[in-house]
C-alpha cells in the first residue's frame, strides 16, 4: 500500500536550502543597512551645504546692499571722509585723541 500525502524530505537538503536563505537575508539585510547609512550620511552633508548657502545668501545681500551703496555718489563722498579723513575744498582734518 502506497503512502499518500507528505514525503519525507531529506535533512541535509533542507538544512541547505536553510543556510542559503539565512546567507541571502544578511546579504539583503546588509544591503538595505548600508542604504541607510549613505541616506544618513548624505542628510548630514546637506545640513551642512544648506548652512553654508545660507550664509553664501546673507554675504551676497550684504554685498549686494554695500555695492548699491558705493553707486551713490553722495555716500562714496561721506565715506571717504569718514573713513580716510578726506577733506573737502578748503577744509582741514583734525586728529582727535580717541578714549
Do not use: H
Not at 514525503?7 to 546588509?30: D, T, Y
Not at 551642512?48 to 563722498?77: F, G, H, I, M
Amino acid at each position: 500500500m502506497a503512502k499518500k500525502g507528505k514525503k519525507k524530505k531529506n535533512p541535509i537538503v533542507s538544512k541547505l536550502i536553510s543556510i542559503v536563505l539565512i546567507v541571502a537575508a544578511i546579504a539583503i539585510l546588509s544591503g538595505v543597512l548600508e542604504k541607510i547609512y549613505n541616506m544618513f550620511t548624505l542628510q548630514q552633508q546637506a545640513k551642512v551645504v544648506e548652512a553654508e548657502l545660507e550664509a553664501l545668501r546673507d554675504e551676497n545681500a550684504s554685498l549686494t546692499s554695500t555695492k548699491e551703496k558705493l553707486e551713490d555718489p553722495d555716500y562714496v563722498q561721506t565715506y571717504a571722509r569718514g573713513e580716510y579723513m578726506f577733506s573737502k575744498g578748503d577744509e582741514k582734518v583734525f586728529y582727535l585723541p580717541g578714549d
